[in-house]
């Protein structure tokens, strides 16, 4: 396959970001940008992001998945714990987060460490889920080879039938992860593809801020 896509431009106009805006601490930043995000017209599914992680055969890998809790500066999502990307971050717990929201012209990217939350924050969100995101949990072992569509939803009908008329467990092998910040970057275009771009890094227990070259 070969597709020239010089052509593809555009120009960065619709925001700026100036030292003397920023607070002391990136997540006050975060948030103004995601209630901003969350409030534009164009922005569907505002708390997607990205996360990398270096899998088992040694490859970085990139998925999207939803941000469900900001809760003492840890950013938490769920998932299956026997997925690839379950397995990659029981191997190294280094992960990098990704928010873009392109109507804003605006990236946050944040390296942290990640770790399982308690089985009791895992119960409360999986009871707080809808009852069929609750039986795929069950009924799909994620990121495993399957023959076909069919398979899949005979696995669902098959768990409909086994939790009928009863509240559905939390699978052991679905739960929260937390991923805490040692870096949070905040990315703004600018035109002429001068974006301004500040770095927040821990360092000796406090936050040093970098302006970055775009």
Request: glycine residues 6%; without cysteine.
């Given at each position: 396959?070969?597709r020239?896509?010089?052509?593809?431009?555009?120009n960065?106009?619709?925001?700026?970001?100036?030292?003397?805006?920023?607070?002391?601490?990136?997540?006050?930043?975060?948030?103004?940008?995601f209630?901003?995000?969350?409030?534009?017209?164009?922005?569907?599914?505002v708390?997607?992001?990205?996360?990398?992680?270096?899998g088992?055969?040694?490859?970085?890998?990139?998925?999207?998945?939803?941000?469900?809790?900001i809760?003492?500066?840890?950013f938490?999502?769920?998932?299956?714990?026997?997925?690839?990307?379950?397995?990659?971050?029981e191997?190294n717990?280094?992960?990098?987060?990704?928010?873009?929201?392109?109507a804003?012209?605006?990236?946050?990217?944040?390296?942290?460490?990640?770790?399982?939350?308690?089985?009791?924050?895992?119960?409360?969100?999986?009871?707080q889920?809808?009852?069929?995101?609750?039986?795929g949990a069950?009924?799909?072992?994620?990121?495993?080879s399957?023959p076909?569509?069919?398979?899949l939803?005979?696995?669902?009908?098959?768990?409909?039938?086994?939790?009928?008329?009863?509240?559905?467990?939390?699978?052991?092998?679905?739960?929260?992860?937390?991923v805490?910040?040692?870096?949070?970057?905040?990315?703004q275009?600018r035109?002429?593809?001068?974006?301004?771009?500040y770095?927040?890094?821990?360092?000796?227990s406090a936050?040093?801020?970098?302006?970055?070259?775009?």
């Amino acid at each position: 396959m070969q597709r020239d896509l010089h052509y593809l431009r555009k120009n960065y106009e619709k925001g700026a970001l100036d030292k003397e805006q920023l607070p002391s601490n990136p997540y006050e930043l975060f948030d103004i940008w995601f209630t901003e995000a969350r409030e534009h017209v164009s922005v569907d599914e505002v708390n997607a992001m990205g996360i990398s992680a270096i899998g088992t055969d040694g490859f970085p890998k990139t998925r999207i998945v939803l941000l469900k809790e900001i809760d003492h500066g840890s950013f938490i999502f769920y998932s299956n714990y026997n997925s690839e990307k379950g397995k990659a971050m029981e191997m190294n717990n280094k992960v990098s987060l990704h928010f873009f929201w392109p109507a804003l012209e605006r990236q946050v990217i944040i390296k942290g460490l990640v770790s399982k939350v308690s089985r009791e924050k895992s119960l409360a969100y999986f009871k707080q889920r809808p009852r069929g995101s609750q039986l795929g949990a069950w009924a799909s072992d994620q990121s495993s080879s399957v023959p076909s569509r069919a398979y899949l939803e005979q696995r669902l009908k098959s768990f409909e039938e086994k939790f009928k008329d009863q509240e559905i467990p939390l699978p052991d092998h679905w739960g929260g992860y937390s991923v805490s910040p040692v870096s949070v970057e905040f990315w703004q275009g600018r035109p002429n593809r001068l974006h301004d771009r500040y770095t927040y890094e821990i360092k000796d227990s406090a936050w040093k801020i970098t302006r970055l070259a775009p």
